[in-house]
């Protein structure tokens, strides 16, 4: 019996209306027949994590009469926007350890979670990835597979690339460090050298992770190749193999990677500002257009950043100006310090309202939930 993929034909399901076809569990027993009915998206999810199936035959026979319709998913409401993305994270986190026979099923299914919050508030996707969580908090390897990720979409997405591209670049970066997940957890909070056998693992981790993926039934090259080989420089450097021809997808993953680790703390580091982390890719890229199209994505100030004004006001960047040194910032005080009820927006491209410094946000005079900036970014 030839399967594929749940997720892979999503674009059929309608929630609450009768399955034009059966659904099988990864071993193949039946889990709804033809006729009933995926009630909700969290059922849905469940069985993309499940590594749900359904018979290709089936799929060929209704596609012959009924081609598809494809379907948006539904767009998140803006006050649960974080809780979105901490529930996307977490059903990453599920992903990424899945067994093999459900794990490409269900990186689809938090492709599709994550991919919508994206599409429906892109700046606060980017504020994400720079609100980053304190060393120790959640799963390092976990959250910096999907900033990594969400940062190779913005950089594709800023370069133009094409939906599927886009997607690609999302999923590599999201997989990338598969086989190190655990690793990398460990060494963000450990502060002593690395190990004989640690060494070995981190130089191993790109073959292995590729291998993880073909286990799990990726047969797409290019997503392959490019986390195979996402620690290769183009002068021979690099690791696993020391190539010297490296793709454009793959160069990207290894720039989002760089990236977005500068952003994060570490036990033995603080976390770096978005300008010092892209002052040093650029060193690191030697101007690269593809690490110039991640670092213009974020901007100097990205969404999410706390800034102090010429005028001296407080306030969050809620997205970028035509240039990069000049963000929209909404307003959270006076000019004396005091708390404003109402934020302002304000243009830093004007010499008055220019930004001053970068603040962090034990500075800040109160405390900002990542609701609260969301709500910020979204309202402005």
């Known amino acids: 019996m030839r399967v594929c993929s749940l997720s892979s034909v999503k674009n059929r399901i309608v929630l609450g209306e009768p399955l034009q076809f059966s659904v099988r569990d990864a071993v193949g027993m039946l889990l709804l027949a033809r006729g009933q009915v995926i009630v909700d998206e969290p059922q849905l999810q469940a069985l993309f994590k499940r590594g749900a199936q359904v018979e290709a035959d089936e799929i060929a026979l209704l596609a012959e009469r009924d081609p598809p319709v494809r379907r948006e998913a539904p767009a998140p409401r803006i006050d649960r926007l974080t809780a979105e993305w901490e529930r996307a994270t977490a059903d990453v986190g599920q992903a990424l350890t899945a067994p093999p026979s459900g794990m490409a099923g269900a990186i689809d299914g938090a492709t599709d979670q994550l991919l919508a919050l994206i599409h429906r508030a892109p700046d606060v996707a980017l504020s994400q990835v720079v609100r ?14 999907v900033h990594a990720a969400t940062a190779c979409h913005a950089a594709a997405r800023f370069l133009g690339w094409g939906v599927d591209e886009q997607r ?5 970066a999201l997989t990338m460090n598969l086989g190190m997940l655990d690793l990398q957890a460990r060494l963000a909070t450990q502060v002593s050298p690395l190990t004989a056998k640690q060494r070995e693992a981190i130089h191993a981790h790109p073959t292995r992770s590729a291998e993880m993926l073909g286990e799990a039934g990726v047969t797409d090259t290019a997503w392959l190749d490019a986390v195979r080989g996402h620690h290769e420089v183009p002068d021979g450097s690099g690791y696993p193999r020391g190539l ?3 793709a454009a997808l793959t160069e990207m993953l290894r720039f989002a990677d760089v990236y977005t680790a500068r952003l994060s703390s570490r036990a033995n580091r603080p976390a770096m500002s978005a300008q010092q982390a892209g002052r040093e890719l650029h060193q690191i890229a030697d101007s ?3 690490a110039a199209a991640l670092i213009k994505a974020f901007g100097v100030f990205p969404p999410g950043s706390m800034v102090k004004l010429a005028s001296g006001e407080l306030g969050v960047v809620v997205r970028n ?11 959270l005080t006076n000019n004396a310090g005091v708390p404003r009820l109402a934020s302002l927006l304000r243009d830093t491209a004007r010499e008055e309202f220019a930004v001053v410094a970068l603040l962090s946000a034990q500075a800040m005079p109160m405390r900002l ?4 900036v969301a709500e910020l970014i979204v309202g402005h």
């Open 132 to 145: 980053r969580p304190d060393a120790g908090a959640g799963h390092y390897g976990v959250n910096h597979s």
């Open 168 to 172: 690609r670049a999302f999923q590599s």
């Open 244 to 246: 010297t021809e490296v």
């Open 288 to 290: 690269s257009p593809l």
């Open 321 to 331: 100006g035509d240039k990069a040194h000049h963000p929209l910032v909404a307003t």
């Open 369 to 372: 939930s990542d609701e609260r």
